[in-house]
């Protein structure tokens, strides 16, 4: 929802840039909390590829054209809350599969954004507690999105300095609607939470893919 609302006020690549910042936060502060917790057997694996996946996915962004990017990532934004994903990979996965999948993570994260959701089939063939899950795939978040950070600012060339105040505020209000998120989330069941992101996020996938698809044209 973040980078979908991002995308509606900034350009596309800058905003998943900027989205990458604001996950980088949000992550870190969940590996401080439980580092403990953390299998890092498992992100070791996973931050091996992952680095050179975004070094490539940062030279192929750089030939693409941005219309068609936000409008795949509109498309992709609907699929993730209407599609429903396995709830458990039914293959074979072993700790060493997250090597390849930290390079795949890299690639198309810089071309997509939004690869968390796909991942958790593959964290869940981990068989861990709950507490671990979460750290584990934080920390293998945080440095994925360290990592787009480095390959926007580097490979593609942007520059976010120039969206450094609105980054600062991104995070404060990140921080802040955990804070207010705390006596709500008390009173509102997952169901309901369930239908009000997914009228959110159907609203904000829409427009993205519209006016992508209305930008890629007016190219023609």
Same mark, same amino acid.
Request: with cysteine; glycine share 12%.
């Given at each position: 929802m973040i980078l979908g609302g991002l995308m509606m006020f900034f350009p596309t690549a800058e905003s998943l840039a900027m989205h990458g910042v604001v996950q980088s936060v949000s992550n870190g502060t969940r590996v401080l909390f439980w580092w403990k917790s953390v299998h890092w057997d498992v992100v070791w694996r996973y931050t091996l590829l992952l680095i050179p996946g975004a070094f490539i996915g940062g030279l192929l962004f750089n030939y693409l054209n941005l219309h068609l990017v936000e409008a795949a990532l509109g498309a992709l934004i609907l699929t993730v809350v209407w599609v429903p994903l396995p709830k458990r990979f039914g293959g074979t996965?072993?700790?060493?599969?997250?090597?390849?999948?930290?390079?795949?993570?890299?690639?198309?994260?810089?071309?997509?954004?939004?690869?968390?959701?796909?991942?958790?089939?593959?964290?869940?063939? /981990?068989?861990?507690?709950?507490?671990? *899950? &979460?750290?584990?795939?934080? +920390?293998?978040? !945080?440095?994925?999105? @360290?990592?787009?950070?480095?390959?926007?600012?580097?490979?593609?060339?942007?520059? /976010?300095?120039?969206?450094?105040?609105? *980054? &600062?505020?991104?995070?404060? +209000?990140?921080? !802040?609607?955990?804070? @207010?998120s705390r006596p709500v989330s008390h009173r509102i069941t997952d169901r309901q939470l369930d239908f009000i992101l997914k009228i959110l996020l159907t609203i904000i996938g829409s427009k993205n893919? !519209?006016?992508?698809?209305?930008?890629?044209?007016?190219?023609?």
């Open positions: 996965f072993t700790k060493n599969g997250f090597i390849w999948l930290g390079l795949l993570s890299g690639f198309f994260s810089m071309l997509a954004g939004v690869v968390g959701p796909l991942l958790n089939p593959f964290f869940d063939k /981990l068989n861990i507690k709950r507490e671990q *899950m &979460v750290s584990t795939k934080s +920390a293998c978040q !945080l440095i994925l999105h @360290l990592a787009r950070i480095g390959s926007y600012a580097g490979v593609v060339g942007l520059d /976010l300095e120039k969206y450094g105040v609105e *980054m &600062v505020l991104m995070v404060i +209000a990140a921080v !802040l609607g955990i804070w @207010l893919l !519209l006016t992508g698809l209305v930008g890629y044209s007016g190219n023609l």
